[in-house]
């Protein structure tokens, strides 16, 4: 699978988090899923669904999991199933990542796929990420507006979040192969023409208000209470009620030296980013026995798909290895195989296991159901 006509220099100068961009013919063949499979993955308990109806000026949202019969029951025009994480549960989905492997891994959020009949919209609204629209089937006219945020209003007593103002600066039809990329925070209105089904590669970003947050509950848990405001001459020699620049200047310092602390932001924003969408998803973990010599006798470890990967490089040898929320010590060549590679070699791995304490990490993996061997993980499916 490999992204077409596209000049990745060229997006990521240009056009990356800037401005919206069609590009056609970007897959030869962008049937990754059937529709009906698609509907089978909404009736799992385990996986986030839900149905959007559009019935004249009302509207309408269902929550998965759905029973078998419900899609028998829809109406023949104007609604839309929408199946988050689908990366997660079907390896074709999940090659799709790797025609985007310019961009950072540890900003993915998932691939939601949608499937719509005729007239089938979720109407014109905003995400706080970046996306990446792919047609398959069928096709789909999209109309981009202006940039929102916080301050944009929705229209009221609706369970769609409904911009109340849209003026479509932009209009495309999207045919199958075909691929949108819309920036955060971009109005969009996409509308089925026949029955169709998209892909939607998102890209997250934290919010200032989830770093504030993150970072200074990070520090609070190591902050002790003897560590104190100290007057300085100059604040002492203000008059008596009054707060001088001083004593502001030095509490400002006092924050600055806190939560500007290279490693605490290091080690919040590796656990924050690496956390799982889905926590509430079974892992059966693979038997940690003899997992070395498995390893030598040919059998395959792969990364669970719902497993998320990043590092940080601490000196020349070593790296922080930040997996599901947690971080574990390890070598630099560890860190950036199991991270940066989509499939691991058994070869490579076995040499990258040269030290106990990354035979620790792997095993460690192993019992967190990050890395499973392929054999168990299929037997399990």
Not at 204 to 230: K, M, Q
Not at 234 to 262: F, P, Q, T
Not at 342 to 359: A, C, G, M, T, V
Request: charged share 30%; aromatic share 10%; with cysteine.
């Amino acid at each position: 699978m490999v992204l077409q006509h596209f000049d990745k220099k060229d997006f990521l100068e240009n056009f990356w988090q800037q401005k919206p961009l069609v590009i056609r013919r970007a897959f030869d063949n962008a049937t990754w899923i059937e529709a009906d499979e698609l509907a089978g993955l909404a009736c799992e308990s385990e996986i986030e669904s839900r149905i959007v109806l559009q019935e004249s000026r009302s509207w309408k949202v269902e929550h998965g999991p759905f029973p078998e019969n419900r899609f028998s029951t829809l109406p023949k025009t104007h609604w839309t199933l929408l199946v988050q994480g689908v990366d997660q549960w079907v390896p074709d989905v999940a090659d799709i990542l790797k025609s985007f492997d310019f961009l950072p891994a540890w900003r993915l959020d998932d691939i939601m796929v949608s499937y719509a009949p005729v007239g089938g919209t979720v109407s014109q609204h905003y995400d706080f990420f970046d996306v990446f629209l792919i047609q398959g089937e069928g096709s789909r006219i999209w109309q981009i507006g202006d940039v929102c945020g916080s301050h944009s209003a929705y229209l009221p007593d609706i369970p769609v979040r409904i911009l109340k103002d849209f003026e479509a600066k932009m209009e495309v039809t999207l045919q199958p192969g075909d691929m949108l990329y819309i920036p955060a925070k971009h109005a969009h209105y996409g509308v089925s023409v026949e029955d169709s089904v998209t892909y939607s590669v998102g890209f997250r970003a934290p919010s200032i208000r989830d770093v504030v947050d993150g970072v200074s509950t990070a520090a609070l848990e190591h902050l002790l209470e003897d560590e104190r405001f100290e007057d300085g001459l100059l604040s002492l020699g203000a008059e008596r009620a009054e707060i001088s620049v001083d004593a502001i200047n030095h509490i400002k310092a006092m924050l600055l030296k806190v939560v500007s602390d290279e490693s605490l932001i290091r080690s919040w924003l590796g656990q924050y980013v690496t956390e799982r969408k889905y926590p509430e998803h079974e892992v059966l973990p693979s038997d940690l026995d003899d997992y070395f010599e498995r390893l030598q006798e040919g059998e395959s470890l792969i990364k669970h798909p719902s497993a998320r990967f990043a590092y940080v490089v601490r000196d020349e040898r070593k790296a922080i290895l930040f997996v599901d929320g947690e971080e574990y010590l390890s070598s630099v060549a560890l860190a950036k195989y199991i991270s940066n590679q989509y499939e691991l070699d058994s070869d490579i791995l076995i040499k990258l296991l040269s030290s106990e304490q990354d035979k620790k990490v792997v095993e460690a993996l192993i019992l967190a159901g990050a890395l499973v061997f392929e054999d168990d993980f299929l037997e399990d499916e």
